[in-house]
């Protein structure tokens, strides 16, 4: 099959920002004005608007073709163009596999310096042309189409140039699975999100004329409000949402103070943005598309465009009143309509939503990564292991952890896995609703204690109590570990170019100071530029981030890596299993996936079908027990409805 790169050049009224690419495809005012190919190396271009049809876009038919952001973009505009092509790749997802950013100009220029930009002459002409100018789209003349010519060449140049030169993701399945949830869409309820957000205007507007009436004229986001505060006897470094809860949480806050920073937490809520978003990016069947981004996250993880499903908050109902119940109120508060926020995402008609999700996923792959067998045990067989980590740090029998002590365990197990440490457990568990001061617990103490009961993670206690020169508490020597055998692995693979098989994974050299760790799947996950932050002790490496920012490496956060990196490989091998079975997921969010099943479908049907989703469950993950539960709903929801089937399923390969 011939390989054929093309970009394109397009105009409309629509914003493309605010509604994608898919939705900006579908405007009535769209229309391309410029197509650019090249064709076994030699390099064609139509002006749409005023040349006829050329017999060379013939050859595009059954053809691969290649565009950057082709399957975000470009090619929502190819059945337009009545092309009908062979197959379609993406050179940015080469990019994204590869550790780079998506962007053309920015991975292109990062590999190749000041050879590999874009041509910025013809940028500002094609950002002057691409948007409507006092309510008309201009009409590009013979000048400006030159630049825009030779601005759009310089794209495909770049485009074939990456696409020849890093490797392309060697996962056609997922990528296919990927193209078709996308293309399937979620449902939105436009009258119940349109409802929510006129309910959070009205209050923001309130909450914002109560921080300028009681401030002296001072908006609620504006950076002066740290000076009122410090004025009021309330000095703060910042005023992030969680800075400003635990303010809140003081009992001796002065009650104009009080007043301000509630009326704040208000007014700064985010939600009307997601339900804007929401609003705009839904078609004329109510379906919100191209929402996930395939790769999207170092590790493989999808992300989320537009809507960000994969940022929406977790907040749940308040207690003793059910979804049900508050979505038939009239209003609601700021935390209600958070948590009343993923509801507005429905089934489409005669359906309903099955929930799954992978239980426990990250703390069970980082048990089978480290061999920790008595601990895969425990899963195997469905025992609570929060309780069993709670009994063995407060020293207890099981039966006898209460509520409190089995939160403290959950605290440790997903908190402690990846090396956090005493300092930041605190906050850790404060999101938990836990205060350990105030429960009489050390934060270090549970940390080693964690560390103690998971030495194939943690590594053997080596010494005492360590402090830093300016008397910070450390957390205690150890000896061996995964932590440390996989950042000894990447600097050895730094310093002397040689492998290391370890934790179901190899780590081996890539290019010029550059590292994967291949992970059980085969897939590579890519740390590019490595870097020596060399502390004057020992080797201390950084790697350069899709952003271009350097990001510090240590053996916690590879683990951490690595564990969501295995995690996203079967969330993969689910969602390409529920394709090939007919049930396309309008949507999935790190380690859940949403399913559309019939109403009537029988709770003996849906365990059949989890069964069944499970088979997906690959080969190179055997030993690892994995468990899955969910339950059906009438919308997306963390929290489980009134009438519901739940269902939990295990398979151990």
């Not at 002459?121 to 030159?146: D, E, Y």
């Not at 948590?339 to 929930?355: N, S, V, W, Y």
């Amino acid at each position: 099959m011939k390989t054929i790169h093309f970009d394109l050049e397009t105009q409309s009224h629509c914003d493309l920002r605010s509604c994608g690419g898919y939705l900006y495809s579908q405007h009535p005012s769209t229309r391309v004005y410029l197509l650019v190919c090249c064709i076994d190396g030699k390099y064609y271009s139509w002006r749409a608007l005023s040349q006829p049809r050329p017999a060379w876009m013939d050859e595009l038919n059954g053809a691969k073709l290649v565009a950057h952001n082709g399957f975000h973009f470009d090619h929502h505009f190819l059945e337009q163009l009545d092309i009908k092509p062979g197959a379609l790749e993406d050179s940015m997802y080469s990019c994204l596999t590869n550790g780079l950013r998506g962007g053309l100009d920015s991975a292109s220029s990062t590999l190749w310096g000041d050879t590999g930009h874009k041509d910025k002459t013809g940028h500002k002409v094609m950002m002057s042309l691409c948007k409507p100018i006092r309510g008309t789209l201009p009409w590009p003349n013979a000048m400006q189409l030159g630049a825009l010519e030779k601005y759009a060449l310089r794209d495909v140049e770049l485009c074939k140039r990456l696409h020849e030169e890093l490797p392309y993701p060697d996962e056609p399945e997922v990528i296919a699975a990927d193209f078709a949830v996308n293309s399937y869409g979620i449902r939105l309820d436009t009258t119940f999100a349109a409802r929510l957000l006129q309910s959070e205007q009205t209050d923001v507007a309130v909450a914002s004329k109560q921080v300028a009436d009681n401030t002296g004229g001072l908006s609620a986001r504006s950076i002066k409000l740290r000076d009122w505060l410090a004025d009021e006897g309330c000095p703060v470094g910042d005023l992030r949402s969680g800075t400003v809860e635990k303010l809140l949480s003081d009992t001796d806050l002065p009650d104009a103070v009080r007043l301000v920073l509630q009326a704040k937490s208000e007014a700064s809520a985010n939600t009307a943005s997601k339900l804007t978003r929401m609003l705009e990016r839904s078609d004329k069947d109510n379906l919100i598309k191209w929402s996930l981004l395939y790769y999207g996250a170092h590790t493989g993880r999808w992300a989320g465009r537009g809507i960000q499903p994969h940022n929406f908050p977790r907040q749940k109902p308040p207690k003793g009143v059910s979804m049900e119940q508050l979505r038939a109120q009239d209003t609601w508060t700021s935390d209600e309509r958070k948590a009343l926020l993923r509801t507005c995402l429905i089934p489409r008609e005669g359906k309903q939503f099955l929930i799954l999700d992978f239980a426990s996923i990250e703390a069970r792959i980082l048990a089978w990564m480290a061999g920790e067998q008595s601990v895969l045990d425990l899963y195997a067989q469905d025992e609570d292991y929060y309780i069993a980590m709670a009994a063995k740090v407060f020293g207890i029998p099981e039966a006898t952890v209460d509520s409190t002590q089995r939160s403290i365990g959950k605290v440790l197990v997903l908190g402690c896995g990846y090396g956090l440490g005493g300092a930041r457990l605190d906050d850790y568990a404060s999101a938990y609703g836990l205060n350990l001061a105030a429960l009489g617990l050390d934060a270090y103490e549970l940390v080693e204690q964690f560390r103690d009961q998971r030495t194939n993670v943690a590594g053997r206690r080596t010494g005492g109590v360590y402090r830093t020169p300016d008397g910070k508490r450390c957390g205690l020597p150890r000896t061996g570990g995964m932590w440390k055998a996989f950042d000894e692995a990447m600097v050895k693979t730094y310093t002397h170019q040689q492998g290391t098989a370890l934790a179901h994974c190899q780590v081996i050299p890539s290019g010029a100071n550059g590292a994967d760790i291949v992970l059980p799947s085969g897939r590579p996950l890519s740390y590019r530029r490595l870097c020596d932050m060399e502390d004057g002790r020992r080797v201390r490496l950084a790697y350069s981030r899709s952003t271009g920012t350097l990001s510090k490496l240590y053996g916690g956060k590879i683990v951490e890596n690595v564990d969501q990196a295995i995690g996203r490989d079967l969330i993969a091998a689910l969602v390409v299993r529920a394709c090939d079975m007919g049930y396309t997921p309008p949507l999935h969010v790190h380690d859940e996936v949403v399913l559309e099943v019939p109403l009537d479908a029988t709770a003996s049907e849906l365990q059949t079908l989890t069964r069944n989703l499970l088979d997906a469950i690959p080969d190179w993950a055997a030993g690892l027990p994995v468990g899955i539960e969910g339950f059906t709903s009438p919308w997306y929801t963390k929290a489980e409805p009134e009438k519901t089937i739940k269902i939990k399923e295990k398979v151990l390969k």
